[in-house]
Each structure stands twice: as structure tokens, then as C-alpha cells.
């Protein structure tokens, strides 16, 4: 069987089990792991074989093992599922402690060839630390555990492999990205981009402008920094250097907005339904306190676009040179109504999301056949059913060995004690233990997927913040949006790596500029958390005060680090003073709001009696 066909079953085996109903827990994980590390050592060989003839025999070799035993490492689970979870880690048959070592060797290999050495590092450190408990100082210490009990919680528990992070990607996160799949293959895509382009090129730096708001529109249908950048930066980018945009901006600035696409609702990243697990609330409630705090982020990015091609002096593109927006709307319109729908039945019907989705799934469909162009004929649906499957592997890897994680802390109970070490470490500080936790999660980020950065995070910091009178929510969401910011943090950005590509530029700059353009955003989660309102959590008069202040907070900073006021660049006394008053904005209070609010307008008075003073002078020299 080839390598899409098994990727197309993938797909289709969960879209039978999200309409039918899914199978028990070990079953549904194992099937779904199965055939995420068979299609992994298939599509990422161990050694690249072209032009080298002995390469091949040793790929097949090593590959082929790693292929066999993970099929039958699985299968072996899923067809005894009863019998391990009745004997469960106290009572291990020896052959499901051999295949639990096993299974947890592929699963870090098959991590590490998908997305990196970071993660699996991290696992094995804690799969040391499981047998080194007694040698650990303070409260790092534990008894220690043998191979046994160690291999056996890691397999065939639901503490392990098949642990939160894999139940959730073999269920919520599967479902979606077969539904984003589905509607990129619809043109969906094509048409966001098209019709941002058509309707915001002729603004000033028009097409900057576009990658934002056309990423914005993908990441409502994918959870993917990177696979954002690739599907949105291959018409934005050139674009924007057509336009006199340097190379490395317009790879940062798709990277900025592209990362953003795992915090705009519906659709977001994988880490948001874990959170909906974790956290035991309703994916709705997760997609509302997403909601302004995505729109802001987006606001936040447009300003610092904006401020920067106002300083290069860069125009929009003419009219006449751009398509019809409404003419692109009447072509394309039907492919909103999927994202309409879905939208329905998760917050008015409240259908759970996995219905909702093959729902999604029916109608974009049903409504791709209104239009030749976007018909879902055979070679669409083939295409639909095969990038659904291969796009589930880095999720699907990188949740498994999650598992290995957070199972040893379990395991060992210093999940427990984590909380009273990191309030130690913050000195009983709320803000310092956020500037901690911040730091880690970037640091994380650099080398981790956003969802292993959520789910790692989550056992180990989130109740400590919540200890401290944090918002559940308002800390699940923390930890989950630095975890995204990470994408385009240096000196590893991910994401701006992607853009770097596209554009031809140095990955470092791109990455620096990438960050430079998102910098404005990472107020936001210090500003929920001391005023959940921003998580639309209170009432409507905090909802709106908040949301005012973070606005103002943001665009103050923008043009802090942009170094621009409207109408020309500011001195360095009003960049100081608007940056100033953005921070103090992040706390709510009467004290620091006035404070916030009147150095900013110190910054604007001087702005305007200085425009004001030199336009006098012009005056007088030209009379």
C-alpha cells in the first residue's frame, strides 16, 4: 500500500469513528498512533537514498523494523485492550513490558525525526529522573521506580503514551485538521487570500496588509504557524517585495500573522482542545475567551505594518490594478458557509465539536458542487483524504511523547510538588512568576510544538498561577499563547524560518523582525490575567473598559518600538513615553489606567505642538 493510500485511511478511519462514535480509549489512541508512526518512518527515512546504492539497503533495514514494530506495538494493544487495562501497571504481563520499552523507543525516534531534538531530550530526561528518584535533592526526590512498573504505566495505562495529549489528537484534533484539509482542497484558501487582496491592496503598504488579514482568514481553518506561512506566503510574499517591502520583512511579517492562526477561533491549534480536556470545559467557552484577545493580536500586528511601511514611505497598489473584491465574493462566497455552519452548531446548537466538524466536513461537500471550480471531484476528495492524514503526524508524535512527560510526573508525584517550587521561586510574585513562566514557555517553544509546549506547561506551572489566585482559564490560556508567540521568538522561530524561505531572506533577521512585529502582542496575557474581562469573562462594562485599554496599550507600543506617530517618526522622548504608558496599561486600576492613559497623551501633546511649532516655521520661511 503506498504511502497516500495509507495516509487517505488514516483519514477515513477517523472520519468513520467521529460519525459512529469513537472506540474505547486504548483503542482509539493506538489506532490513531499506529498509523502515525508507520507513515512517519516511511515519509522521514533515516538516511536520504538518492544516489547513494547502499544507503537504500539501510534505510529499508532500520525503517522496516521500526515500520513492523510499530504496527505490531499497536495493534497488540488495540486487539488486548481489555485484558491491559484490567491488569493495568500493577500487574504487567512480561510481554507488554517488553513491548511498552519498545513502543516508547519508536515513539521518541519517530518524535525526533518529525519534529526535532528538543522534545525528545526532554523525555528522556524525565524517563532518567523516573529511575534516579533516590539520588534527587529536596523536593525533586522520589523512590524511584524500576523498568517494569515504568514501561508499564507508559503503555498501558491512560497515564502514558495514550495519555490526554493522544486521546485528544486522536479525536478533537484529528476530526479538524480532515476538516481544514477539506476546505483547503476546496479553494477555501484561494479565495481568503484573493479576496483579502483584492479588498486591502490599495491601502498603504496594501499588501502587507493582506498577508495579515489573509492569515487571520487561514487560521481560522488551520492550527499550523508553519503550514500558515507556506499556504498564505507563497502569494503574499512575493507580493509585498513587489511592492518595495525588504525580503526579511515580508517573511516576518507572514510569519507574525501566521503564527496568530492557532489562537483565532474556530479552528485553532491543537493545544486549544487539550486545554478543552484539561481544563473539563466546553470548546465553545475555549473559542469566546480566545476570541478578543486573537482580534487584538491581529490589531496589534496591523498597527506595527502600518507605522513601518508609513516610514518607508510605501504606497498601496492602484484600484485598476486589483480585481474585484465583491467580484471574488460572488465566486467564492458558498465556501464561508461550512465555517458559518460550524460556527452554529458549536455555539448555538452546541453540537460537540467532533460532530460539528463532520457536519463542517458534509457541507463543504455539499456546497463545493455550487461551483465547477471548487467541485470536490474524486482527484480533490483523494487529495482532501491524504493531506489530512500526513498533516496528523507531527501533532500525533509530538502528544504521544507529551505522554511520556507528563506520565512520569505522575508517576513520581513531583507534579504535586511543582506548584510550591515555583511559587518559591517567584518569591510568592504574581508578576514574577509570569515573567518566569513566559520565559519558560518561549524557551520551550523554541524547540517544541505549541501543544507539547501547552500540555508540558499545564501540569507544571499552570497550578502554581492558579495557587496564586489566577484564573483557571485565564493561566490555561497564558501558557497556551506564549507557546504560540515562541514560533517567532529567536534565535529558534520556527515560523519565521518558513517566511525566511519563501522570501530569500537571512532566517535571523526574519526571525528578529518576525518577533519585532508580534512584540505588541505580548501584553496581552499579562493584561488577562489581572482582568479576565479580556477572556470575555465579567461583565459587558469590563468587557469594553478592557478592551479599550489593551487596545490603546497596543497600538502605544507599536509605535514605541516602531519609533513613528502619525504623520512622521517620533523623537525618542515620545517613543519612551508611549511605551512607558503601554506597560503601565497592563494592570486595571483607576491609578495605573490614568497613568497608562496620561503619559501616552504627554506623548501625543508633544507630537502635536512640535508638528504644530514646525508647520508655523514653514510658514514664516516660505512668506
Known sequence: ????????????????????????????????????????????????????????????????????????????????????????????????????????????????????LALPILATVFLVYAFVGPYMPGPLGHRGYDLERVAATLYVTTSGLAGTPLQVSATYVAIFIIFAAFLDASGAGKFFIEWSYAGLGWLRGGPAKVAVVGSALMGTISG?????????????????????????????????????GQIMPPVMGAAAFIMVEILGAPYTTIMAAALLPAVLYFVAILAMVDFEVAKQGIKGLPRSALPSAWGIFKQGWHLLAPLALLIYLLVVIEYTPITSAVY?????????????????????????????????????????????????LMLTGLATRLSTIMIGLAGGSLFLLMVITMVISLILGMGLPTSAVYVVLATLVVPAMVEMGVDPLGAHMFVFYFGVLANVTPPVAIAAYAGAGLAGSNPTETGVIAFKIALAGFLLPFVWVYNPALLLQGDVLDIVLVTFSALVGIVALASAVQGYLPGGRSR????????????????????TDLLGFGLIGIALLSWYVGRRAAGVEATERST
Open 360 to 408: 463542517g466536513i458534509a457541507a463543504i461537500f455539499a456546497v463545493s458542487f455550487l461551483r465547477g471550480a471548487t467541485r470536490m471531484n474524486p482527484q480533490r476528495l483523494w487529495t482532501a483524504l491524504q493531506s489530512g492524514g500526513t498533516a496528523m503526524l507531527e501533532v500525533a508524535a509530538a502528544c504521544a511523547t507529551a505522554g511520556i512527560v507528563i506520565g512520569i
Open 1 to 116: 500500500m503506498s504511502v497516500g493510500a495509507i495516509a487517505a485511511t488514516f483519514s477515513l478511519f477517523h472520519l468513520w469513528t467521529s460519525y459512529v462514535g469513537t472506540l474505547p480509549t486504548l483503542q482509539q489512541a493506538y489506532v490513531h498512533l499506529g498509523f502515525a508512526l508507520v507513515l512517519i518512518f516511511l515519509t522521514k527515512p533515516l538516511v536520504k537514498t538518492e544516489g547513494r546504492p547502499g544507503a537504500a539497503w539501510l534505510r529499508w533495514t532500520v525503517d522496516g523494523t521500526l515500520i513492523a514494530a510499530s504496527a505490531f506495538v499497536s495493534a497488540y494493544a488495540v486487539v488486548n485492550f481489555l485484558e491491559l487495562s484490567q491488569r493495568g501497571a500493577g500487574n504487567p504481563s512480561e510481554l507488554s513490558i517488553w513491548l511498552g520499552v519498545v513502543a516508547v523507543l519508536i515513539v521518541i525516534e519517530a518524535t525526533r525525526r518529525m519534529v526535532g
Open 572 to 591: 525618542w522622548y515620545q517613543r519612551l513615553l508611549m511605551g512607558a504608558g503601554a506597560l503601565a496599561l497592563i494592570k486595571p486600576g483607576l491609578v
Open 224 to 260: 499550523s504557524a508553519v503550514a500558515n506561512v507556506v499556504a498564505t506566503g507563497t502569494f503574499t510574499i512575493p507580493v509585498m517585495k513587489r511592492a518595495g517591502l525588504k525580503p526579511a520583512f515580508a517573511g516576518g511579517v507572514e510569519a507574525a500573522a501566521s503564527s496568530g
